[in-house]
């Protein structure tokens, strides 16, 4: 505990040297930050529904997630409040704490309950971060650089899932396909896998992050925030079309990463047989499209500003590949590579597509637009079990991405919709 403690002073003095006033010096830590809690976030985002199926089992993993998509919602309403009582920056230390906690639980959990409950709070709380980092970015940006600055800012939170998936895989070494019903011979089994090892090394993430608030915006001055009435702000929301049909879009993107992020894990190891190795290595090559191709997406739309015709041509592809991805059966490593890529190349213009239309077109106080916008990574999970149990009524577990691959079309529809500047 005393080098613990001797390392985290060395650091914040080392840091504390640096110009903290600059706007160059805070937007570069923020990306800095973001791309640690990026790594930390990710690292276990993909085994999520996989170490919680080991207790509910496939058919019941949605609603779990579905409760912590509720309490996430319920917290981010709550964030305005929060924002204008304690301030972005001690906000923010407390959620990291409440995570660092769900985490610890998680690693180390004494009951099967106590797991459950810790990934509630992991739910609720995760997010938030998110949210935390864009309200700070949107205090250092300027309309005429949103898309460049929302471009480097999803390279930077998209650089991590790139590499996680490969060294979780990596990490989790035996095969959790035994699991049976929930109970200590679960949690004995889960230690052995490895899980532990990965909560832990996400909490070990947070401390660099930490770090770098208090060093660099201890004494940010918050601007005021207005109030937040959730009614009223919800019907501003919807009365402002291009607003919401951004909103709808951005939905239906966050949609298909939290089917794929529950299902495609399960899928690949469970019913077409790779192993955790390789599903990691499918996983990262999947994310690359992120990483080679947002910042430069970011800055294509600061000088055309064809927001609208990049989310149409992105929800295009992700429809198209994911109706073709049920009639893929044979366990090819390539063939998955490929697919999955091509989907997320699609997944990428949409990204950064919503992303830059919606802040270019809003106050960097409106944090009330801000808690809804980011409740599309959320609402999700609360679609999800619906969507999925009919399906799964209907067809067998691979044609459930026919179904998803379908909705995608919707996007075009609200695409459609937006009116360009």
């Not at 040297?17 to 809690?37: E, H, Q």
């Not at 970015?137 to 998209?158: A, H, I, K, P, V």
């Not at 990965?198 to 918050?222: E, G, H, M, N, Q």
């Not at 390789?278 to 990262?284: F, H, K, T």
Request: hydrophobic share 55%.
């Amino acid at each position: 505990m005393l080098h613990y403690n001797i390392l985290i002073l060395a650091m914040e003095k080392l840091l504390s040297k640096l110009t903290r006033t600059s706007r160059l010096d805070a937007v570069l830590m923020i990306f800095t930050s973001v791309f640690i809690v990026s790594f930390h976030f990710f690292f276990i985002y993909f085994i999520n529904s996989s170490y919680i199926t080991a207790f509910v089992g496939e058919k019941f993993v949605s609603i779990i997630f579905a409760f912590g998509a509720i309490l996430n919602i319920s917290l981010l309403l709550s964030a305005p409040k929060l924002l204008r009582k304690h301030g972005l920056i001690h906000m923010t230390f407390g959620i990291v704490a409440l995570e660092a906690l769900s985490l610890i639980l998680l690693a180390f959990p004494l009951h099967p309950i106590i797991a459950i409950l810790a990934f509630f709070l992991h739910m609720a709380v995760s997010s938030v971060l998110m949210y935390c980092l864009d309200m700070l970015l949107e205090q250092y940006s300027t309309r005429d650089q949103m898309g460049s600055m929302r471009g480097m800012f999803l390279t930077m939170w998209n650089i991590p899932p790139v590499i996680t998936p490969f060294i979780a895989g990596l990490i989790l070494t035996n095969d959790n396909s035994h699991f049976r019903a929930a109970g200590e011979t679960v949690l004995s089994q889960l230690y052995e896998v490895g899980y532990w090892k990965i909560y832990i090394i996400a909490a070990v993430f947070l401390i660099p992050f930490t770090i770098i608030l208090r060093a660099y915006f201890s004494d940010f001055k918050d601007p005021e925030y207005p109030k937040m009435n959730v009614r009223e702000t919800i019907q501003k929301f919807y009365s402002n079309k291009n607003i919401f049909d951004v909103f709808a879009d951005r939905l239906l993107l966050n949609l298909y990463f939290a089917w794929s992020v529950v299902y495609i894990p399960i899928y690949l190891h469970n019913h077409i047989g790779f192993t955790w190795n390789q599903v990691g290595i499918i996983l990262s090559c999947m994310l690359l499209p992120f990483v080679l191709f947002q910042r430069m997406i970011g800055k294509l739309q600061d000088q055309k500003h064809q927001e609208k015709s990049l989310l149409i041509f992105g929800f295009l592809i992700i429809s198209v590949a994911t109706i073709i991805q049920p009639f893929i059966t044979t366990p090819s490593m390539l063939a998955w590579i490929l697919i999955l890529f091509v989907a997320h190349i699609g997944a990428a213009f949409v990204e950064v597509s919503s992303e830059s239309y919606f802040y270019r077109h809003i106050s960097p106080t409106n944090s009330g637009f801000i808690s809804l916008f980011r409740m599309t990574r959320t609402i999700p999970y609360l679609l999800i079990p619906p969507l999925v149990g009919l399906s799964l009524l209907l067809l067998p577990f691979n044609q459930m991405f026919l179904i998803l691959g379908c909705i995608m079309f919707i996007g075009v529809r609200y695409a459609f919709l937006i009116k360009e500047d």
